[in-house]
């Protein structure tokens, strides 16, 4: 596996259901993201974490949760979401958080909240 | 408010022409800037950063920056059908990951 990698890549569930959006990046980087894009809007940053520490949320709500347990791995766990929540949820990492801009995306993983 | 302004398009030339993406922001303190690029159906990927005034060019691509003017380009020559995608322009304004603001990018399309 290369470059960064986000399982799965579609996902559907209802406002009442737990789910878990994964990300695995194998290129040595130590800043993790968690990016929103929803359609006609701009890319949205949600969380940080910089050598597994979360350095900034976004003002994300509460019914999305992260979790670091490496420079690696990057989780965001999802529950009791709303239909506007639907979007595509992307996972980048930098080499550090110096290198502001110089991100790489995984594939995404597209959300769907019924 | 710090933004960055794109026209959505879509932008649409003919394979061989120069095709001229721009881009706006609002804050004079913004210190660098990015292009990505981003296939219908993919996620975004880093083609071309800029930090200083004048012209930086990469192959095929040129972007230019002009901080008096608050203004972002990326020109793409020789455009080919392969280069239709959506071209996502960031500015930095320095200090946390939040202030690396993206546009809604400009949807480019390459005629055959």
């Known amino acids: 596996e290369t470059g960064v990698t986000q399982t799965p890549r579609h996902l559907v569930m209802g406002m009442t259901n737990k789910k878990s959006l994964k990300c695995e990046q194998h290129?040595?980087?130590?800043?993790m993201y968690w990016y929103k894009q929803s359609a006609k809007k701009p890319l949205e940053l949600m969380f940080v974490?910089?050598?597994?520490?979360?350095?900034e949320n976004n003002s994300v709500p509460s019914r999305f949760s992260p979790e670091c347990p490496n420079s690696s791995h990057l989780f965001l766990h999802l529950h009791t979401l709303q239909p506007e929540d639907s979007a595509l949820y992307l996972c980048?990492?930098?080499?550090?958080?110096?290198?502001?801009?110089?991100?790489?995306f995984g594939e995404g993983s597209r959300l769907t909240v019924l | 408010q710090k933004e960055v302004e794109q026209n959505s398009g879509p932008l649409s030339v003919p394979e061989g022409a120069i095709a001229s993406l721009n881009c706006t922001y609002s804050?004079?303190?913004?210190?660098?800037f990015f292009w990505y690029r981003q296939y219908s159906g993919k996620s975004p990927e880093l083609i071309m950063s800029?930090?200083?005034?004048g012209d930086k060019e990469d192959g095929r691509f040129t972007a230019q920056l002009n901080k008096a003017s608050q203004y972002v380009s990326l020109l793409i020559r020789d455009s080919q059908p392969s280069d239709s995608a959506t071209y996502l322009c960031a500015a930095f304004y320095g200090g946390s990951q939040g202030n690396l603001i993206f546009g809604k990018g400009t949807k480019l399309s390459v005629k055959p």
């Open positions: 800029i930090y200083s005034n």
């Open positions: 974490y910089n050598f597994k520490e979360q350095t």
């Open positions: 290129l040595g980087h130590n800043a």
């Open positions: 980048a990492s930098s080499r550090g958080t110096g290198y502001t801009g110089e991100l790489f």
């Open positions: 804050d004079r303190g913004s210190q660098s």
